[in-house]
């Protein structure tokens, strides 16, 4: 995952956390960087959405190849669905509050995945559905795979 360098005078990200660290395990909260303590921690969830988002236009970007693709499945596209699926299960383990915005971005994301999937396989654009075609419950089974 990406992160911003904190503004800290301190130079060296990974000293900073672990002095943010050393600071709140020993209770010294005056000593906290509290300002770009708040802006590391905003950034970090902004990250778990951004994973999800990303994660989720590729799994549909290769569910539409495979619907769309005249040639049969190739198991690289089958393996990149399962690959996707496995890291958004990932993503949900470490962060559950996510699982309620799962159709809210897969809707947000499909233009770009059929975008994608259509410049990968030289279909037009319009053979596309234009709206998310896919279910929360479609997009997370793992033996769901499009015809």
Known sequence: MEHTTPVAADPD????????????????????????????????GGNERRELQSRLETLMMNLLKCQFQPEPKSRAWLGAVREQRSEIGRILEQSPSLDGVIAEYADHVYKAAFERAGAETGIPRAAFPQANPYTKEQLLDPDFVPT
């Open 13 to 44: 990200y990974l000293l900073w956390i672990e002095r943010q660290c050393a600071f709140l395990r020993n209770k010294q909260f005056d000593e906290l960087d509290l300002e770009t303590l708040a802006e590391e921690l905003d950034a970090m």
